[in-house]
């Protein structure tokens, strides 16, 4: 809904600008404007994207990086399933990059590896199905890709600081003291 809301938004601003609708593309996290725009028009997007807690990106280090987390949250976080390539390939392939050149920009840029966004992003995920999901460890290894249990659960041990099943154990105590 939010995202649906924000990109009416951007679609209206940019229409106020004068651009014609046929020449913008609006997805999610991206707008791709097939025509050149005046500085003053950039500008003016650029306040007016601000104000309703957006940004405009305009240089292309920052855009890669959106698009390689965009990828990655769709991964992890929208789909029901793994890829059936490993992740490295699964990325470079959908923003036809070459990872490593992907994995050297987000590390400039983030100053985490690419490789430890994707583990915390996992760990995250881990805990949405933990609490809302009510998995078991299990299915949620098989579903994020894990080669084992004792894997997920150490790596979100060291993410943590906590086993997945105290984690669980932790918060259903805290939601049944808040619904007291």
């Not at 390939?89 to 430890?116: C, H, M, P, R, W």
């Amino acid at each position: 809904m939010v995202s649906l809301r924000c990109k009416m938004m951007v679609k209206e601003e940019l229409k106020k600008l004068g651009l014609q609708s046929q020449h913008i593309i609006v997805e999610l996290g991206t707008v791709d404007i097939l025509e050149d725009i005046t500085d003053e028009q950039r500008e003016h997007l650029k306040e007016k994207l601000l104000i309703s807690g957006l940004e405009l990106l305009d240089d292309s280090k920052s855009i890669l990086i959106e698009k390689i987390i965009n990828v990655i949250m769709e991964m992890i976080h929208y789909s029901d399933e793994a890829p059936a390539t490993n992740y490295s390939d699964y990325i470079s392939k959908k923003l036809n990059y070459d990872y490593t050149y992907l994995a050297n920009i987000f590390s400039e840029v983030k100053g985490l590896t690419l490789q430890q966004f994707i583990i915390i992003q996992k760990i995250e995920r881990v805990k949405e199905l933990l609490l809302y999901e009510d998995m078991n460890l299990t299915k949620i290894a098989r579903k994020l890709s894990y080669s084992s249990v004792a894997h997920l659960s150490n790596q979100f041990k060291k993410v943590t600081g906590l086993t997945p099943s105290f984690f669980k154990q932790m918060k259903q105590k805290r939601i049944a003291l808040e619904n007291v």
